[in-house]
T-cell receptor, first 115, second 113 residues
Framework: GAVVSQHPSRVICKSGTSVKIECRSLDFQATTMFWYRQFPKQSLMLMATSNEGSKATYEQGVEKDKFLINHASLTLSTLTVTSAHPEDSSFYIC???????????FGSGTRLTVV | AQSVSQHNHHVILSEAASLELGCNYSYGGTVNLFWYVQYPGQHLQLLLKYFSGDPLVKGIKGFEAEFIKSKFSFNLRKPSVQWSDTAEYFCAASNNAGNMLTFGGGTRLMVKP
């Protein structure tokens, strides 16, 4: 079946540094990628939607200069948290939609801790 | 290992039929449970969630789910589906700290008019 590989699964970084999270579709072409964030005790929050080859569409309240999304190919999308701060600590997960995929496929998620 | 299983990959129903989608989880400690829906071309939307309290949870659009701890289940139900309920449904679980979220494989529901 369709698989989305998300790396890293856990990352700890220092405040002020940048962290890149990758999502790769392994056996299908992901034309659309959704990036979500979950705060403790809350449900997922959509951060942005990206289509291959075009700029991501960010949800209201999400800083596009802080959360850089790149979807340069049909099999890879990246989320870079720039100048991370402790309040960026969260669980980030991607979801891909593409031709040949069984509906939407989720990555395994990334737990980011900023110290 | 933490896991969430949705055994029905595809479900086809006629309008007005009753719906029950299965969700079983394997989680250590206190678990938080969610059901999400994703309509074609759209992002995930939360249907309902369970953190604690009454194990019968009512969500939006007439959906409900029951947390049965002894069965490690959190099945989603709706008494009478509509064509507009055609979508993909995801069950998800996290631990009490919300550190990691694990999704089931999803169930694609098609409701025939």
């Amino acid at each position: 079946g369709a698989v989305v590989s998300q790396h890293p699964s856990r990352v700890i970084c220092k405040s002020g540094t940048s962290v890149k999270i990758e999502c790769r579709s392994l056996d299908f072409q992901a034309t659309t990628m959704f990036w979500y964030r979950q705060f403790p005790k809350q449900s997922l929050m959509l951060m942005a939607t990206s289509n291959e080859g075009s700029k991501a569409t960010y949800e209201q309240g999400v800083e596009k200069d802080k959360f850089l999304i790149n979807h340069a190919s049909l099999t890879l999308s990246t989320l870079t948290v720039t100048s991370a701060h402790p309040e960026d600590s969260s669980f980030y997960i991607c979801s891909a939609l593409g031709q040949g995929a069984h509906g939407y496929t989720f990555g395994s998620g990334t737990r980011l801790t900023v110290v | 290992a933490q896991s969430v299983s949705q055994h029905n990959h595809h479900v086809i129903l006629s309008e007005a039929a009753s719906l029950e989608l299965g969700c079983n989880y394997s989680y250590g400690g206190t678990v938080n449970l969610f059901w999400y829906v994703q309509y074609p071309g759209q992002h995930l939307q939360l249907l309902l969630k369970y953190f604690s309290g009454d194990p019968l949870v009512k969500g939006i659009k007439g959906f409900e789910a029951e947390f049965i701890k002894s069965k490690f289940s959190f099945n989603l139900r709706k008494p009478s589906v509509q064509w507009s309920d055609t979508a993909e449904y995801f069950c998800a679980a996290s631990n009490n700290a919300g550190n990691m979220l694990t999704f089931g494989g999803g169930t694609r529901l098609m409701v025939k008019p």
